[in-house]
């Protein structure tokens, strides 16, 4: 996201907009107007169109108001994202997901991915450096709770964490390139590769590549496409479980 990073959220006022410290107030906007308004229609904005499409002009003129109302409430595009983000993060549910450790991060996992697919601007406005919203808050203690009593210290619980959201934004980042791909081109992947078929067929010489033919193929009967991003998320998901239970048991055959 090198066009929001330019310019980075003031924290202050980021986190007055989050923690709601100060409800501003504009008399030219009506009571009608107000934060969790704006950040609402800026959100289904950026669910239609994108983040790109996202500025303080366009939110006005959705919500019917004039651009410097809504910097009344919000100081700029970059606070305004943040706490789109962590409005997000608080649509996320928090359920008591009986089971093991294992079932309870794959329920995590599950919850994660489907909040990308909600909101796939995400993938982008997301950083290292979050600013430290409630919602935050919230989802960060509710998934550590979730995996807090494996065995582990504390900070390989937080290593765990960040280890399978690590997968799942790698995942859904793939499968909204897909997406996008689609959209963008107007053909499905099965399609753009058999459209292509005949001239891979003129430049690759039959058994060239044995190797990448046979896997390639397979692949592709099982997926209809080169890539299947259902299957990548559910394969790399147990992997990513698999290496963390050999963590567990050696601990556990440790303690």
Known sequence: M????????????????????????????????????IVRVAMDIADAEGLDALTMRRVGEALGVGTMSVYTYVPGKAELVAVMIDTAYGEMPRPVVEGDWRTRL???????????QRHPWMLRAETTRPVLGPHLMAKYDYELGAIVDIGLTDVEVDAVLTLVLGHVKSAARAASEVVDLERETGMTDGQWWQSHAPWLETFLKPGAY???????TAAGQQHGAAYGPEYAFEFGLQRVLDGIS?????????R
């Open 210 to 216: 044995p190797t990448a033919s046979r896997v390639g």
């Open 106 to 116: 794959e329920r995590i996992a599950r919850d994660n991915l489907a909040l990308y």
């Open 2 to 37: 090198a066009s929001e990073r330019k310019a980075t959220a003031d924290p202050a006022r980021s986190l007055a907009l989050l923690w709601r410290t100060r409800e501003p107030t504009s008399r030219s906007a009506g009571p009608a107007l107000s934060v969790d308004r």
């Open 246 to 254: 050999v963590v567990v048991a050696e601990r556990a055959a440790n």
